[in-house]
């Protein structure tokens, strides 16, 4: 695919700078990472996903891939692939066989990233971001020349960043076990929290 390169999560945990959480995605050479400050709710989808955490009942990505695959689709990849006012624009690309001819339909979906990739996360699918945005909105990884006391922190926040560093902290952000109560997902206001944006909030 032209213009576009694969990137991994790396993980999630809270900004030290605001305290908002962001996924933090890396180039497969550990070169460059992508900050995307994200909601409470959509850093708990993620956090589920990348450690694992299985619920009695379907929780709204989990809802979104049964309902793909009820549907005979697949998750082919998700990408994030522009900014617009600030905010980071992704598309789930979907792929379905069509039985008598195998043909292959692709239908993109927009999305936001944190959804996009909460669900590539349960699908396996591949994570792809757009070269405009890793010129534009990546962090280098390694520290370059004379820089600012609190980028290099943050460079170095970034590069220690593991999976595993975020809980799924219903102290922090009100979550319950249970799914069913709808706490830190819908009771979240997920609109009002989740702008995906390329920077942290003043």
């Known amino acids: 695919m032209p213009d576009i390169n694969e990137m991994f999560v790396a993980g999630i945990a809270l900004d030290p700078r605001s305290g908002q959480p ?28 990348l ?20 549907l005979n689709y697949k998750v082919k990849h998700i990408e994030i692939n522009d900014t617009v006012s600030n905010v980071y624009l992704a598309t789930i ?13 692709v239908k993109p979906i927009d999305a936001r990233p944190s959804d ?49 560093d975020f809980k799924l902290p219903k102290e922090q952000f009100g979550e319950e076990s249970s799914p069913e109560e709808g706490l830190g997902g819908e009771g979240s206001k997920e609109g009002e929290s989740d702008k995906d944006s390329p920077d942290s909030p003043n």
């Open 116 to 164: 996009a990739i909460a669900l590539a996360l349960r699908a396996k699918a591949p994570i792809y971001v757009s070269a405009k945005i890793i010129a534009e909105n990546t962090v280098p990884m390694q520290v370059e020349g004379r820089e600012d006391a609190e980028d290099d922190e943050f460079k170095k926040f970034l590069r220690g960043l593991k999976a595993s």
């Open 93 to 105: 690309a979907l792929i379905l066989i069509v039985p008598d001819t195998g043909e292959e339909v």
């Open 51 to 70: 450690n694992g955490i299985k619920v009695e009942r379907p929780m709204s990505h989990d809802l979104m891939l049964n309902m793909i695959e009820g």
């Open 22 to 49: 962001i996924v933090v995605l890396n180039d497969s050479g550990m070169t460059r990472a992508l900050p995307i400050w994200i909601g409470a709710a959509e850093a708990n989808a993620i956090a589920r996903a």
